[in-house]
């Protein structure tokens, strides 16, 4: 994950919205992804973007600017369940082909 | 519709052991990985197959892993010897070509060497 930079820890309460930021450099970018984790689990697929712009789904959207090599996930309405490791990843062809460069992950901790 | 299934889920091994990680992906992947994460690491890929071959194994540890992947379909992943930095959970992934861009992952292999 040495390309992809995103914050260790993030906390927030239920209710609420929490943005997770992403930036990375990549010299064959095909996409980027966000994963959620929770402990001893495997990632599960949140979102995609291969385009710029914001893809919205349910209570999560994520953003991309290609151009700035930055993406943001956004969590509304946020739950305690949503308490997880949360993993952005890009497809770097000339890296990596269809694989996936993850990123170390954030923890986001959700309190009553 | 079956996930990523991973056997075992959890292995203790002495060092210089040998181990093996069993994966099957869902029916119809034709790619499958092999990441490797350690505690509080994104997953790395170890190696990637289309169908039956190893298609980027760069990452691998050449002279301790193994991985085949027979008839396209499971793939089983090999350490010998094993070492006390391979602790570390082994996950595996499928999706169903180079044109899909969904990776399916596995519950993983939680490995610990003592």
């Known amino acids: 994950g040495q390309n992809i930079d995103q914050p260790t820890e993030m906390t927030a309460t239920e209710g609420a919205i929490v943005q997770i930021n992403c930036t990375y450099q990549?010299?064959?970018?095909?996409?980027l992804f966000w994963y959620q984790q929770h402990a001893g689990e495997a990632p599960t697929f949140l979102s995609y973007?291969?385009?710029?712009g914001l893809e919205e789904k349910g209570r999560f959207s994520s953003f991309l600017s290609r151009s700035k090599g930055y993406s943001y996930l956004l969590l509304k309405e946020l739950q305690m369940k949503d308490s997880a490791s949360y993993l952005c990843?890009?497809?770097?062809?000339?890296?990596?082909?269809?694989?996936?460069?993850f990123g170390k992950g954030t923890t986001l901790s959700v309190s009553s | 519709e079956a996930g990523v299934v991973q056997s075992p889920r959890y292995k203790i091994i002495e060092k210089k052991q040998p181990v093996a990680f069993w994966c099957n992906p869902i029916s119809g992947h034709n790619t499958l990985y092999w990441y490797r994460q350690n505690l509080g690491q994104g997953p790395e890929l170890l190696i990637r197959?289309?169908?039956?071959?190893?298609?980027?194994d760069s990452q691998l540890p050449k002279d301790r892993f193994s991985a085949e992947r027979l008839k396209g379909v499971d793939s089983t992943l090999k350490i010998q010897p094993a070492e006390l930095g391979d602790s570390a959970v082994y996950l595996c992934?499928?999706?169903?070509?180079?044109?899909?861009?969904?990776?399916?992952f596995g519950p993983g292999t939680r490995l610990t060497v003592t």
């Open positions: 197959y289309e169908n039956e071959e190893a298609v980027d």
């Open positions: 973007n291969v385009l710029d």
């Open positions: 990549t010299s064959g970018f095909n996409g």
């Open positions: 990843a890009v497809r770097d062809t000339a890296q990596a082909g269809t694989a996936l460069i």
């Open positions: 992934a499928s999706s169903l070509g180079q044109g899909s861009y969904e990776q399916y």
